[in-house]
């Protein structure tokens, strides 16, 4: 994945649901901070109320592929979601492949795409 403003390398540290994650960032200088993203485009059900089923699918779908994983966070120049969260699309390497976890989880039946 090639470098580029806006881009981060990052370790994932938490899964909250399956569109919310915290990851440890590295902006480089030894420097790192930790913060809360929202996947961008995207909607998955909710870990409560009526869709906590499929909310928990979701989450631990999501857990088991980027948790504790080093990725690459591209985030959305200064755009925060309304609870605050930066807006980023997450891609993994897999098998020397980049892979969009965004679209993962709606290719995978995990979540649905979704305009802000």
């Not at 990851?23 to 930790?34: C, E, Y």
Request: no cysteine; proline share 1%.
């Amino acid at each position: 994945m090639e470098e580029k403003l806006y881009h981060y390398k990052a370790l994932v540290v938490g899964v909250y649901d399956g569109d919310t994650i915290t990851a440890q960032v590295d902006l480089g200088f030894h420097v790192q901070f930790t913060e809360k993203f929202r996947l961008s485009g995207i909607d998955t059900p909710e870990v409560r109320g009526g869709e906590r089923e499929q909310g928990i699918i979701s989450r631990d779908a999501l857990r088991s592929k980027i948790l504790n994983q080093e990725v690459f966070i591209e985030t959305e120049k200064d755009k925060k979601g309304k609870y605050g969260r930066y807006l980023a699309t997450v891609h993994l390497e897999e098998d020397g492949e980049w892979i969009n976890v965004n679209e993962w989880l709606v290719t995978e039946g995990l979540g649905v795409f979704h305009e802000y």
